[in-house]
């Protein structure tokens, strides 16, 4: 390593948290040696918000991640989600119960709705606001809703962080970034760089030529570029390795122009 850290990214609110702007995604944490020194190794470059859910590996996402840090360090932010398919109370107590559990903590730092599945949004934001009110959670967000989902939830609890699909080609949500950056809410777009399935790879592609002027990568400049998009962004990049893992951090020296910006922004529309 060579002294990159989270920190260079910026700081951002989550409810009464403050955490760096660049976090990490663990959809493809295992329950291996390798995947417990990439979380050491991420935490010592700083990075204080992990990313999870209760269906990330069938439950080894989060059984790593409390094995690895349980207790946790002071300032480690960890947020999780349920209800992916059914979003009910009783799946929404049951999958918190669960992830209590395998995190190996009394209190979820952030648990996020993961999608509006089977109940009403308000029916899933009242039985997780019971759930604070229990003190089983601390803050609440959402994953994949709308600017009106988000103002109907807000009405039953406070929301502090959305989690949408979202990069420079994936542009369905432009409304919803808009709304927390003028609401202070956290944004948290999953997929940053394109995701598996050829994507990354078609967004690297479309980024070449201006990476290169730059020295970077086709991925750190899109990280570069949502850092740019919102002070209210968290791109949460998910890698297995350390050296993607330094990469990330590296896109927050990326000083990108408002002219390149402006130019990346078009590709999406």
Known sequence: ??????????????????????????????ETPAAVELLRQAVSMEIDFIDTAHNYGRGASETTIGTTF??????????????????????????????????????IDLYQLHRVAVAPLEASVTALREFQDEGLIRHIGLSEV?????????????????????????????????????????????????GLGGGREKLATRLVQTAARYGVSGSQLALAWLLKRSPQMLPIPGTLSV???????????????????????????
Not at 87 to 99: G, P, T
Request: glycine letters at 8%; hydrophobic letters at 40%; a negative charge.
């Open 70 to 107: 349980a207790p946790y360090p002071d300032g480690l932010v960890v947020a999780t989600k349920g209800g992916f398919e059914d979003a009910r109370r009783d799946v929404l107590r049951a999958e918190l119960e669960q992830s209590l559990q395998r995190l190996q903590t009394d209190q």
């Open 146 to 194: 709308s600017v009106e989902q988000i103002e109907q939830a807000r009405e039953i609890a406070a929301i502090v962080s959305v989690q949408n699909e979202y990069n420079v080609l994936a542009r369905q949500h432009e409304d919803v970034v808009d709304y927390c950056s003028a609401e202070g809410i956290a944004f948290i777009p999953w997929v940053p760089l394109g």
């Open 1 to 30: 390593m060579t002294g990159i850290t989270a920190s260079a990214a910026g700081a951002i609110n989550i409810g009464d948290f403050t955490v760096s702007r660049i976090g990490l995604g663990t959809n493809r944490i295992s």
């Open 243 to 269: 050296e993607h893992l330094e990469a990330n951090l590296r896109a927050a020296e990326v000083n990108l122009s408002d002219e390149d910006f402006e130019a990346i922004s078009a590709l999406g529309r």
